[in-house]
């Protein structure tokens, strides 16, 4: 089953400008990715924080954006449904912050953590938007 767009956008609490950052990140770290596992000369022998770092700046420039929501939305009058969305995005954005943090250190070997660990933000969201979905519907 494929989702609409407004399905996405109702589940995931996230607009469409915030999903097109994170696809634009996406690809540029697919590409960072792709460099780095193929040991290619042009990237050289680069960390995996540099790998990350499109997503890392995705995240920032998504907070950035929520804050720039909520104000407008609280001087719209607006308090309670700003304050619920920024909370949200909020919420979701640090899990998604510290998987990638706790995966970079994983990866580079600064951390002995387990990767059931390292996955413990992405359950939490999970479970999060499940009961967002039941929510809704």
Request: proline residues 2%; contains cysteine.
């Amino acid at each position: 089953m494929i989702f609409s767009l407004n399905e996405l956008v109702h589940w995931l609490g996230l607009t469409i400008f915030e999903i097109w950052i994170n696809l634009i990140a996406l690809m540029f770290f697919t590409i960072l990715l792709a460099l780095k596992l193929d040991e290619n000369l042009f990237l050289g022998p680069s960390g995996w924080w540099e790998v990350f770092s499109p997503l890392f700046v995705a995240d920032g420039l998504n907070t950035y954006f929520c804050a720039i929501i909520f104000i407008r939305m609280y001087m719209e009058g607006m308090i309670r449904a700003g304050i619920l969305r920024a909370l949200w995005s909020q919420i979701s954005l640090l899990l998604i912050f510290v998987f990638k943090y706790l995966l970079c250190k994983k990866l580079s070997g600064q951390s002995t953590l387990e990767y059931s660990e390292v996955l413990s933000p992405v359950f939490i969201l999970l479970q999060l938007i499940a009961v967002r979905a039941c929510q809704l519907h």
